[in-house]
């Protein structure tokens, strides 16, 4: 089936995505999203038409979800995993999903996990909300952390922090100078190390 789509033979549906189209075999679709198999089998105008629009989907993550159907090969990229797990989660596709958020849960970082927290929360992917939501919280622990126990202004500051992260519902009423985004003053910055032949820095 995969060399009939690369010779662009016996093809039955073009997927459009933007400015781009994809050709495939309706039964390959079929077979490993749920989505495509409500779509081909039921009564609907999308079932005989041989031009599918695709909206609200990710142009490449398309391609490489159409390329995992024929291959059962999928390679994950930091950079583009959350745009492969939007869809996969829209196109039905569990084993894609299950990948996703495991490669999504091993990249779990303080800059992060609220992020992901987030789109887990979005997509509907509840383990992966699991997990980050206890990453969070264990980073929320920081106001009993020695450090700042004991000074008042800290815990004020950890607390609005928190608030503001946790409550997205409520940022509108919670805007200071904090809150607005940083811009960068600086343009790059070079870091250079090592030793020479002595070991010496």
């Not at 077979?31 to 089998?41: E, I, L, P």
């Amino acid at each position: 089936m995969e060399s009939y789509l690369k010779q662009q033979q016996l093809c039955d549906v073009i997927l459009i995505v933007g400015n781009r189209k994809i050709p495939a075999h309706r039964l390959v679709l079929s077979s490993v999203s749920d989505y495509f198999a409500a779509m081909f089998t039921s009564d609907v105008c999308e079932a005989k038409q041989e031009e599918i629009k695709m909206e609200g989907i990710d142009p490449n993550a398309l391609w490489d979800l159409v390329q995992f159907a024929y291959t059962g090969c999928l390679e994950l990229k930091e950079d583009t995993i959350e745009n492969l797990l939007a869809a996969a989660c829209l196109l039905q596709l569990p084993q894609v999903v299950e990948v996703c958020c495991h490669f999504l849960m091993k990249l779990l970082h303080p800059s992060n996990c609220l992020g992901i927290r987030a789109f887990a929360d979005a997509q509907g992917c509840i383990e992966l909300m699991k997990v980050a939501h206890s990453y969070t919280m264990i980073l929320a622990d920081l106001e009993n952390h020695a450090l700042f126990k004991n000074d008042l202004e800290c815990q004020k500051l950890i607390l609005e922090a928190m608030k503001y992260h946790l409550l997205p519902e409520r940022r509108t009423l919670m805007q200071s100078p904090r809150t607005k985004p940083r811009k960068s003053t600086v343009g790059t910055l070079y870091a250079v190390g090592g030793m020479d032949n002595n070991k010496g820095i």
